[in-house]
């Protein structure tokens, strides 16, 4: 019994089928109850009044954003390491929603940004890194729907998710050398001193995991459709022959 | 190595076209500016370090999908594939080759191009040492570009949008270096941190094109 085991379509099918609305619904009651205590039951900030609240999509989506990319990442490595074929698929899965969760973190940054600093975008470091990882994003998902053959697509996205994630970092830090900027700091670490107040750590807690569970679930979502769309293909081409 | 080396730089003169059409295109762009953001010397020279690097990073651009496309068509590319000669050392010597044809000219060409801009004088060294520097970069990065697009019949676009956010370390550290040129500050950071991409970009990304190419042609 390993975990490579479930490389199999059908064994992934199988298991992944029922639990797929499990992690469905555990997503949609989080995300409903991490929203709602964080948006009408925690305590105005003094300074960013209720402003602060977009910080419960702001944050998690951030973070899922790049999660996602890593994600893609060690998916691909499997891809080209094992060979199995659920692995590339879920790393196609998962690209439009990492792009989805960019643009949510870059809209609701944008949001917050006007009331508090007074505008809607600066050049700041980390603003400026999510737009680049958007564009990484955007390349990672042409070079899939440009490529007929799906080995060869997977194959050639997996070296593109590899090369572009060594320069995903060093553009994080190129910028950082760049501009300094308005952004905070990490307020949400485990081991610094300074961090959130609890009031808000909480329901925040809950809309991350809403949201890592929804992403969970729309990514076997997903590969269960890239799967059937592969075995449809295959039944039309047999069909055919 | 040599001799694929030579080759690929005879087939870029003598086919003619590609060769001059890169720094046309970066005197055209630099002519452009002025006309977009108005005739102010100072204003002007403020931007220069930064349009010099973006004109010249697009020229670059321009030449990547001849980099493979044309051996692929002839069929010299299995060719070298199956040669004696590893497929890491063809993409090496094809993106060194492309450096030479586009990225040497263009860094030649932009101090001349820095006048119309009316660059700071302190800042031609570093304009030059910069893009002496970085231009490489650019070649071996696109080279990758190229080799991931190969088999496309409509690769151009895909391979710019895939090419130039990698390319975004490089030109923040290059136009970065000429601007504290230009203020007098000291450079070497960015000239310091410019150097290491180029050199890491030249030790692994002859592997992942090499990795590309093979896929594509299997």
Known sequence: MSIWEYANPKKFMATTAPVLPWVMWGAGVTLVVGLVWGFFFTPDDYRQGSTVKIFYLHVPAAMMAINIWVMMLVTSLVWLIRRHHVSALAAKAAGP??????????????????????????WDPRLTSFLILFLFYLGYMALWTAIEDDDTAADLT???????????????????????????????????????????????????????????????????????????????????? | MIALLKRDLALAVRAGGGFGLGLAFFLIVIVLVPFGVGPQSELLSRIAPGILWVAA???????????????????????????????????????????????????????????????????????????????????????????????????????????????????????EAVRRGADGFSAANALVLQGGITLGVFAFLPFATAAALRVNLR
């Open chain 1, 158 to 241: 997996s070296v593109l998710c590899i090369v572009g994630s060594v320069f995903a970092v060093l553009s994080r830090y190129a910028v950082n050398f760049w501009n300094q900027g308005l952004h905070q700091g990490a307020s949400l670490s485990l081991d610094a001193e300074e961090n959130v107040a609890d009031v808000f750590w909480y329901p925040a807690l809950v809309c991350i995991a809403g949201f890592i569970l929804l992403f969970v679930g729309l990514v076997i979502l997903r590969t269960h459709t890239e799967i059937r769309l592969r075995r449809a293909r295959a039944l039309e081409a047999r069909m055919r022959a």
């Open chain 2, 57 to 175: 990073l697009l020229a670059a651009l321009l030449s990547l999908d001849r980099i493979f496309a044309l051996d692929h068509e002839d069929g010299s590319l299995p060719l070298l594939a199956t040669s004696p000669l590893p497929l890491e050392a063809v993409a090496l010597v094809k993106g060194v080759a492309h450096w030479i044809t586009t990225g040497l000219p263009l860094t030649l060409a932009a101090p001349a191009l820095g006048f119309l801009l009316n660059l700071e004088t302190g800042a031609y060294a570093f304009l030059l040492i910069t893009l002496l520097i970085g231009t490489p970069a650019l070649s071996m990065i696109g080279t990758f570009g190229a080799a991931l697009t190969v088999g496309l019949r409509r690769g151009g676009l895909l391979l710019s949008l895939l090419v130039l956010p990698l390319y975004i370390p490089t030109l923040i550290f290059g136009a």
């Open chain 1, 97 to 122: 929603i990492g792009i989805v969760m960019t643009l949510i973190a870059l809209f609701t940054g944008a949001v917050w940004g006007q009331p508090i600093w007074g505008t809607w975008w600066v």
